[in-house]
Antibody
Framework: EVQLVESGGGLVQPGGSLRLSCEASGFTFSTYEMNWVRQAPGKGLEWVSYISSSGYSTYSADSVKGRFTMSRDNAKNSLFLQMTSLRAEDTAVYYC?????????????????????WGKGTTVTVSS | EIVLTQSPGTLSLSPGESATLSCRASQSLSSNYLAWYQQRPGQAPRLLIYGASTRAPGIPDRFSGSGSGADFTLTITRLEPEDFALYYCQQYSSSPRYTFGQGTKLEIK
């Protein structure tokens, strides 16, 4: 069964740090790009960060740039999000999600981009 | 940055009816880059549609997506009780990599 399981969430004070993990199973983790997406209480979805399958390329939303670092260990089928200088507005459920890039069958050279597998999420609360 | 605006914010319908959800982009985008997700209360999002109109594996054919340019639609026919949920459209771009609409809540009338 294809599965993503997040862990590492918790209560942290403003300015503090936290490291989230996401363990993948049921698929060849090293061949997929991955993402973190968060959802603040009662709010919509916000993409946070992306990492390529090799781990060499990463991108982050402006809201977390310079504070959050995404990494992966393909040997251990694991994804990480190191969060520093946490703020109250970082309070959210954090989901890891598998990214898919697929060639459009009728249009060689054109690609689909979407996230097809999601974990159940881990909750981060930033509060004093 | 492309902004996605979903309407309506809340849609109240009865089981058996059909729902039409709209997602409008602030500028034209490739339909290849448009996806729809369903989120039930307390659950993670679930992929419904990618490439604007291709159903994800296991998604019933009651769900269909359409549109191009800047206007996209998710249609759900013969609403079942489990379809009442939040729905998000999402687009891919070079920067930021993904953006979501603010969501449409489909509630039981």
């Amino acid at each position: 069964e294809v599965q993503l399981v997040e862990s590492g969430g918790g209560l942290v004070q403003p300015g503090g740090s936290l490291r989230l993990s996401c363990e993948a199973s049921g698929f060849t983790f090293s061949t997929y790009e991955m993402n973190w997406v968060r959802q603040a209480p009662g709010k919509g979805l916000e993409w946070v960060s992306y990492i390529s399958s090799s781990g060499y390329s990463t991108y982050s939303a402006d809201s977390v740039k310079g504070r959050f670092t995404m990494s992966r260990d393909n040997a251990k089928n694991s994804l990480f999000l190191q969060m520093t200088s946490l703020r109250a507005e970082d309070t959210a459920v954090y989901y890891c999600a598998r990214g898919r890039v697929g060639e459009v069958p009728a249009a060689p050279g054109a690609y689909y981009y979407y996230m097809d597998v999601w974990g159940k999420g881990t909750t981060v609360t930033v509060s004093s | 940055e492309i902004v996605l605006t979903q309407s309506p914010g809340t849609l109240s319908l009865s089981p058996g009816e059909s729902a039409t959800l709209s997602c409008r982009a602030s500028q034209s985008l490739s339909s290849n880059y448009l996806a729809w997700y369903q989120q039930r209360p307390g659950q993670a999002p679930r992929l419904l549609i990618y490439g604007a109109s291709t159903r994800a594996p296991g998604i019933p054919d009651r769900f269909s997506g359409s549109g191009s340019g800047a206007d996209f639609t998710l249609t759900i026919t013969r609403l079942e009780p489990e379809d009442f949920a939040l729905y998000y459209c999402q687009q891919y771009s070079s920067s930021p990599r993904y953006t979501f609409g603010q969501g449409t809540k489909l509630e039981i009338k």
